[in-house]
């Protein structure tokens, strides 16, 4: 049974800073991309950023040079840091098991608010 376990949101205001983990069991996490997504309310929910299975990252134009998706494959984890947080940030920050291209999401976590707010 894959689990992914995500934390680290919260409030936090405007030029902030966050860091989200995700920790993942129930697969042989290395052969998988990780992914972070977002879904703000009324909004579809759209990829923040991915890492593939050999480290390659992609970023929303959005969030590039502010986030950075990162992965420790001895802890099972995926982490997604996040700098110079702006309102539009503000949404449930979900982490995905995804291909080990970082093309298609496979599975999903629970989801963590962050919200960005002075």
């Known amino acids: 049974q894959v689990q992914l376990v995500g934390s680290g949101g919260g409030l936090v205001q405007p030029g902030g800073s966050l860091r989200l983990s995700c920790v993942v069991s129930?697969?042989?996490?290395?052969?998988?991309?990780m992914g972070w997504y977002r879904q703000a309310p009324g909004k579809q929910r759209e990829l923040v950023a991915a890492?593939?299975?050999?480290?390659?990252?992609k970023y929303a134009d959005s969030v590039n040079g502010r986030f950075t998706i990162s992965r420790d494959n001895n802890k099972n984890t995926v982490y997604l840091q996040m700098n110079s947080l702006r309102s539009e940030d503000t949404a449930v920050y979900y982490c995905s098991v995804m291909s080990g291209d970082a093309v298609r999401a496979n599975y999903w976590g629970q989801g963590t608010q962050v919200t960005v707010s002075s």
């Open positions: 890492i593939t299975r050999d480290g390659r990252t």
């Open positions: 129930g697969i042989t996490f290395r052969i998988y991309g």
